[in-house]
């Protein structure tokens, strides 16, 4: 019923509303991930690290079932964006239903829109000099700090996937559904996302067509904003380095296609097209310890560490400064554990 209403909403939206194709709104459900992608430079399309929150890079995964609950903190730019995603699995008879619940805040956002002394580079009203009035603070200019107002944003991002074997091959389908409010104004929009895994030889590769065939969001003044389809396509392998397989080493990378969200920092562009390589490297010991180490989307070298105590396990990501220093760093934590161990000790503690 929820679905059928949202797309008649927007369907009714795109009918009488303007509509203006955006390269951004929907990245919350790409960097707002839990410790273990982030760490690996988000290149785990091909990987299937067996929790619910991997279904968020291909909604193939997890390719079997996984009572697995995990909570994370992400802490960017030195705390003035926080966020937290909850990622658990349902099972409804022989389906298995992943779910992820995604929220971000910002506060404290300065509007300084109508407090600008728009004066011109001679700073004396009226003399229609060529900075007068043109909505930029040219050398002489100034703010009035007593009209400066302040407003947040706030982000909540619902994911949820099933997967599904064809010819013997697995598919996945996500749907996602995202509401931001932003000042005074609210939106809601809905996407969908494909995924697709095989196995070939020694290397797993991972497909994943997001945002298919377009994903959009209705604001609250009718305004319309649509993102294009992408393409990612990731190979993984494992290799041990030991005798006993104890040392286990996982290298992966992904290979994202873009008609719109083209950056600096892409490894290929050419008019709106763009190519962005992302790379991963994790190594294991016995299951129990893991260093990570990865190349994201903005060409930063992540960093992680996972530690396995069988039914608990603790994972941290660090991710430094995207603008030469200027913003600080970025820090993940995940808690993971699996929900009937929880429960079970849950009700020894009532005894």
């Known amino acids: 019923m929820i679905f059928k209403f949202l797309i008649y909403f927007l369907f009714v939206g795109y009918l009488f509303s303007s509509i203006s194709w955006v390269n951004y709104g929907w990245e919350l459900f790409d960097y707002i991930s839990e410790a273990?992608?982030?760490?690996?430079?988000?290149?785990?399309?091909?990987?299937?690290?067996?929790?619910?929150?991997?279904?968020?890079?291909?909604?193939c995964f997890p390719i079997n079932s996984t009572r697995k609950i995990s909570l994370t903190h992400?802490?960017?730019f030195a705390g003035i964006v926080n966020s937290e995603l909850v990622s658990f699995q349902l099972k409804n008879k022989e389906r298995l239903i992943n779910i992820n619940l995604i929220f971000e805040g910002i506060s404290n956002?300065?509007?300084?829109?109508?407090?600008?002394?728009?004066?011109?580079?001679?700073?004396?009203?009226?003399?229609?000099?060529?900075?007068?009035?043109n909505g930029i603070i040219d050398e002489g200019e100034r703010l009035d700090i007593n009209k400066i107002k302040f407003f947040s944003q706030r982000r909540f991002g619902f994911h949820v996937t099933s997967n599904f074997v064809f010819n013997e091959l697995p598919y996945g389908i996500g749907l996602k559904i995202i509401s931001t409010s932003l000042g005074n104004q609210n939106g809601i929009g809905i996407g969908l996302d494909f995924g697709f895994y095989k196995k070939i030889m020694e290397y797993?590769?991972?497909?994943?067509i997001k945002n298919f065939p377009a994903s959009g969001m209705m604001w609250s003044n009718g305004y319309i904003e649509g993102t294009g389809l992408s393409a990612e396509f990731g190979l993984h392998r494992s290799f041990f380095v030991l005798d006993g397989n104890a040392i286990e080493l996982n290298t992966m990378s992904s290979f994202i296609f873009n008609n719109s969200n083209k950056s600096m920092d892409s490894f290929f562009s050419k008019e709106n097209i763009s190519l962005d390589i992302l790379y991963g490297m994790e190594l294991t010991y016995k299951k129990s310890i893991m260093?990570?180490?990865?190349?994201?989307f903005d060409t930063q070298v992540a960093g992680g560490i996972g530690l396995n105590w069988d039914k608990f396990i603790i994972d941290y990501a660090f991710l430094p400064s995207s603008i030469n220093g200027i913003f600080?760093?970025?820090h993940l934590i995940s808690l993971s554990t699996y929900l009937d161990w929880?429960?079970?000790?849950?009700?020894?503690n009532k005894k």
């Open 36 to 59: 273990r992608k982030a760490s690996l430079g988000n290149a785990t399309v091909a990987y299937n690290f067996n929790s619910p929150s991997s279904s968020l890079a291909n909604p």
């Open 291 to 296: 260093l990570r180490l990865g190349q994201n």
């Open 342 to 348: 929880l429960l079970a000790k849950i009700k020894d």
């Open 74 to 76: 992400q802490s960017r």
């Open 109 to 133: 956002i300065p509007d300084t829109r109508s407090a600008l002394f728009d004066w011109g580079y001679d700073g004396q009203y009226g003399t229609n000099d060529s900075g007068e009035s």
């Open 204 to 208: 797993d590769l991972g497909v994943v």
């Open 328 to 330: 600080a760093n970025h």
